[in-house]
């Protein structure tokens, strides 16, 4: 039977080996945790879904690792927290054709961006000592057939989305591959224009900056052209003169790498599900809650997730799932909300409303926020209905104030301004809020 692994990291911490045995939706795919490190409650965060508060809580944790999903994958998949360390779009599809693997070789991606990926994870080739992984294994029943996957491939980066992107790293004005540095430079994904949407990077550099107006703390991007990539780094063809984004990548720094999860990871959901899963955890009350009584970041964390779903409203931003909302351990311990990121005003381009995900179990699917929804959402999770409404109300007013005027000033194509301004008056909670002043106002002149 083929066996596989890969040594895991955590920084320079081991955390574990991740090992694959056997071929299809037999295979047995899994995570087998390295003692020292999980019964230690000074250790980094891997993964929150398998972080446990107290040393019985981690004993009996790892003793029911065989039974546990954090630690499980199934067949090829990988355990969730991995499988979403995985690149997707356009840029797997060139990371298979360069290491010559199948689409659903999960394992072999991971090795191959197993130096560059998200977070502060590292996947190395895991030791190719017969005996000790047969005794880990098969308990000595059966033998390996021992595989060597290979060791990751200079400059491979594991980035999601659909949108063609790179990691890059800039220095004096040119944006080259990581590999081509020391330390230093500043880490960005370059998000690059596509033929389906036009001008895309320009409507996202526009909307993180609505996004800011509005009082959302957004991710740093910046437009830039196309020919400051060096050639050598640029696997798409691209029209000269066009723009790229260069988002600032916040789980880099000059001197390493910054430890990151995305909600999917939180709540232990394969990205397969990232939009709802059988457990019903791809929701925004999923995250709310994990948000306040898990990791105990409060209503003022709650009421930024708040503002990010009330400006993927006015946006039109239809795909805000659980990889597109985050948390950073700045100290590898301790949790924040990571800037909001992957803000894009699909409104631009065509007419659909709602949210990507459920807010919570029982509402509607797509739906749009209402007074009756905010109700419904604060008591699933406890949260304080007039506080939530009044912050609804100050980021409504706040894009009233000042998005009209920065819509116009863009850069965009006439009709793109058009379709975002037809979107943004027909919101319900901008139409109801316009309908309120214009109450007040007649009132006065009265």
């Not at 000042?402 to 819509?407: H, L, V």
Request: net charge neutral; proline share 7%.
């Amino acid at each position: 039977m083929r066996f596989r692994t890969l040594r895991i990291y955590i920084g320079k911490r081991y955390c574990g080996d991740l090992f694959q045995y056997g071929q299809g939706h037999t295979a047995i795919t899994r995570f087998t945790p390295h003692r020292e490190f999980w019964l230690d409650p000074a250790a980094p965060v891997l993964g929150w879904a398998g972080r446990q508060g107290t040393d019985r809580e981690r004993q009996l944790f790892l003793a029911d690792a065989a039974m546990q999903p954090f630690f499980n994958g199934s067949g090829e998949r990988l355990p969730a927290f991995f499988q979403n360390l995985l690149p997707e779009g356009p840029l797997r599809k060139h990371l298979e054709q360069l290491r010559k693997c199948p689409p659903d070789d999960h394992m072999e991606i991971l090795a191959m961006c197993g130096d560059d990926l998200p977070g502060n994870v590292y996947a190395k080739p895991g030791p190719e000592d017969r005996t000790a992984m047969e005794a880990v294994v098969t308990q000595g029943h059966d033998a390996l057939e021992m595989t060597v996957i290979e060791a990751p491939l200079a400059g491979a980066t594991s980035l999601s989305g659909i949108q063609p992107k790179l990691g890059l790293v800039e220095k004096g004005g040119r944006y080259v591959a990581r590999t081509r540095l020391g330390k230093g430079g500043k880490h960005i994904i370059a998000k690059l224009p596509t033929a389906e949407y036009a001008l895309l990077p320009e409507v996202e550099e526009l909307s993180l900056r609505l996004a800011r107006a509005a009082g959302v703390t957004t991710c740093e991007a910046a437009l830039r052209p196309v020919d400051t990539i060096a050639p050598e780094n640029q696997p798409y063809t691209l029209a000269a003169g066009r723009q790229f984004l260069a988002v600032t990548r916040f789980d880099r720094s000059p001197t390493g790498h910054i430890h990151c999860e995305d909600f999917a990871q939180v709540l232990d959901v394969d990205p397969s599900e990232k939009y709802r899963d059988a457990h019903e955890r791809a929701s925004y009350a999923a995250m709310l809650l994990v948000i306040d009584r898990a990791m105990g970041l409060g209503e003022r964390a709650q009421f930024e997730i708040m503002r990010r779903l009330m400006v993927n409203e006015m946006l039109g931003n239809l795909d805000a799932h659980l990889k597109n909302f985050g948390v950073i351990y700045a100290d590898g311990v301790t949790p924040a909300l990571s800037p909001a990121y992957d803000v894009v005003a699909y409104a631009a381009y065509m007419k659909l409303k709602g949210h990507a995900l459920s807010f919570y179990r029982g509402a509607p699917q797509r739906a749009e926020i209402t007074p009756a929804l905010v109700r419904g959402l604060c008591n699933a999770v406890g949260m304080s209905e007039p506080k939530v409404r009044a912050e609804l109300a100050g980021t409504v007013t706040l894009a009233r104030e000042k998005w009209p005027q920065m819509i116009e000033d863009s850069a965009l194509m006439p009709e793109h301004k058009t379709r975002l301004m037809e979107h943004f008056e027909s919101v319900p909670a901008v139409q109801a809020q316009a309908r309120r002043t214009g109450i007040r106002a007649a009132r006065g002149k009265g």
